[in-house]
């Protein structure tokens, strides 16, 4: 990953006014869907085109839930694999942890050994960005619930 990508993954966790291009406000490239309207992320190795079925409100903090159903697929070819198959061990998924991110680095099918999960009993995560173990970014007096925080 490299660190415009970067960049433009932690921009499109900002909460934008509705009147904003969030492609334009990311740097992302955009690519047309087929099924819908709203366009998708070029450079995304897998990207699903969904149709609106519901909106839940949850909680008192004008927060919502929106299910959808996707309506198509579009998967990258070097992650595709015969018989409809998706290589995910090739997507290197980036997840977003709160305000922090994390590199998913490892795949498993279950049950998994239990010799490996007693070796990974009370370890932590490893920081790549230099900041200590224990740290937060939510700890920062910037920190935002969308995680659009200014380092400290």
Same mark, same amino acid.
């Given at each position: 990953?490299?660190?415009?990508?970067?960049?433009?993954?932690?921009?499109?966790?900002?909460?934008?006014?509705?009147?904003?291009?969030?492609?334009?406000?990311?740097?992302?490239?955009?690519?047309?869907?087929?099924?819908?309207?709203?366009?998708?992320?070029?450079?995304?190795?897998?990207?699903?085109?969904?149709?609106?079925?519901?909106?839940?409100?949850?909680?008192?903090?004008?927060?919502?839930?929106?299910?959808?159903?996707?309506? /198509?697929? =579009?998967?990258? %070819?070097?992650?595709?694999? +015969? &018989?409809?198959? @998706?290589?995910?061990?090739?997507?290197?998924?980036? *997840?977003?942890?709160?305000?922090?991110?994390?590199?998913?680095?490892?795949?498993?099918?279950?049950?998994?050994?239990?010799?490996?999960?007693?070796?990974?009993?009370?370890? /932590?995560? =490893?920081?790549? %960005?230099?900041?200590?173990? +224990? &740290?937060?970014? @939510?700890?920062?007096?910037?920190?935002?619930?969308? *995680?659009?925080?200014?380092?400290?």
């Amino acid at each position: 990953m490299t660190l415009e990508l970067a960049g433009q993954m932690h921009r499109s966790a900002i909460e934008h006014p509705s009147d904003v291009d969030e492609f334009e406000a990311t740097g992302l490239e955009r690519a047309a869907s087929v099924l819908v309207k709203p366009p998708r992320v070029a450079l995304a190795p897998v990207a699903m085109e969904c149709k609106l079925d519901r909106i839940i409100p949850v909680g008192d903090h004008d927060d919502h839930v929106v299910w959808g159903r996707v309506v /198509r697929f =579009h998967i990258r %070819d070097d992650a595709y694999l +015969d &018989g409809g198959r @998706v290589d995910t061990a090739a997507l290197a998924p980036i *997840g977003r942890l709160a305000a922090e991110y994390t590199l998913v680095e490892n795949v498993f099918t279950t049950p998994l050994d239990e010799e490996i999960l007693e070796q990974r009993k009370g370890a /932590r995560m =490893h920081r790549l %960005d230099g900041k200590p173990a +224990d &740290g937060s970014a @939510v700890n920062q007096k910037s920190w935002s619930a969308s *995680g659009s925080i200014v380092a400290d």
